[in-house]
T-cell receptor
Framework: AQTVTQSQPEMSVQEAETVTLSCTYD???????LFWYKQPPSRQMILVIRQEAYKQQNATENRFSVNFQKAAKSFSLKISDSQLGDAAMYFCAYNFFGNEKLTFGTGTRLTIIP | GAGVSQSPRYKVTKRGQDVALRCDPI?????LYWYRQALGQGPEFLTYFNYEAQQDKSGLPNDRFSAERPEGSISTLTIQRTEQRDSAMYRCASSLRTSGRHEQFFGPGTRLTVL
C-alpha cells in the first residue's frame, strides 16, 4: 500500500526566513506524482507545487521549491522568504498513473513568527 | 469561471438521519473525487467518477455511504442512518482529465456534524 509520512506535526519560522517541510513516501510504482497542498485557516485546499516522478529537475513555483530524492523516496518543500500568509497546514500527497486518488500525509502546521 | 462548489457548507443532523451532500464541479471537468477529512488529519479518499461512471469506491467506509453522478456533472454523496463517527469535513474535487498530471481543484467542503 502507498503511504505518505510527514514527521513534523508543527514547524515555525521567522518572517523572511527559509523553512523546509519534510515528506517521505512509500510506493512500488514507477510513474507517479507528488504534491504539496496548503490549507489556510479558511480550510480551503490549495495546490502549492507538483512534481512528476519521471522528471529529474526539482519543481519550483516562485518562493516554493521541492527537493525530490527519488531513491530515498523523499519530497521536501522549501519556502523561501516566508510571509505571514504562508501560515497554514501543509499536506504532502501522492498518486500514480492509473489510480488518480490522492493519498495524503497527516500534515505539518506552519507558523510564521513576525 | 466558478470553482468547485459544495452544498450545504454546514450540516447538523441527528443520529440515524440520512444526509445528501452535493458537489458541483468545474464545468467540463471529467473526473470528480470525494474525500473525507477528520479534524487534524489529511483528507482520505472515498470514491471517484470519470464522467458518470464510478471508477473506484474502495474508500467508502461501509454500505451506508453511496455516491452518484448520473449526468456526469453534479455529484451527490449520501450517508444513510448517520452515526456520530461520520462527523467530518467532506470535500469534493474535480480535475480536467483522469491523470495525475491534472490538478485536482477542491471545493470548500461540507462540514457534517452528527449529534
Amino acid at each position: 500500500a502507498q503511504t505518505v509520512t510527514q514527521s513534523q506535526p508543527e514547524m515555525s519560522v521567522q518572517e523572511a526566513e527559509t523553512v523546509t517541510l519534510s515528506c517521505t513516501y512509500d510506493t512500488s510504482e514507477s510513474d507517479y506524482y507528488l504534491f504539496w497542498y496548503k490549507q489556510p485557516p479558511s480550510r480551503q485546499m490549495i495546490l502549492v507545487i507538483r512534481q512528476e516522478a519521471y522528471k529529474q529537475q526539482n519543481a519550483t513555483e516562485n518562493r516554493f521549491s521541492v527537493n525530490f530524492q527519488k531513491a530515498a523516496k523523499s519530497f521536501s518543500l522549501k519556502i523561501s522568504d516566508s510571509q505571514l500568509g504562508d501560515a497554514a497546514m501543509y499536506f504532502c500527497a501522492y498518486n500514480f498513473f492509473g489510480n488518480e486518488k490522492l493519498t495524503f500525509g497527516t500534515g505539518t502546521r506552519l507558523t510564521i513568527i513576525p | 469561471g466558478a470553482g468547485v462548489s459544495q452544498s450545504p457548507r454546514y450540516k447538523v443532523t441527528k443520529r440515524g438521519q440520512d444526509v445528501a451532500l452535493r458537489c458541483d464541479p468545474i464545468s467540463g471537468h471529467v473526473s470528480l473525487y470525494w474525500y473525507r477529512q477528520a479534524l487534524g488529519q489529511g483528507p482520505e479518499f472515498l470514491t471517484y467518477f470519470n464522467y458518470e461512471a464510478q471508477q473506484d469506491k474502495s474508500g467508502l467506509p461501509n454500505d451506508r455511504f453511496s455516491a452518484e453522478r448520473p449526468e456526469g456533472s453534479i455529484s451527490t454523496l449520501t450517508i444513510q442512518r448517520t452515526e456520530q463517527r461520520d462527523s467530518a469535513m467532506y470535500r469534493c474535487a474535480s480535475s480536467l482529465r483522469t491523470s495525475g498530471r491534472h490538478e485536482q481543484f477542491f471545493g470548500p467542503g461540507t462540514r457534517l456534524t452528527v449529534l
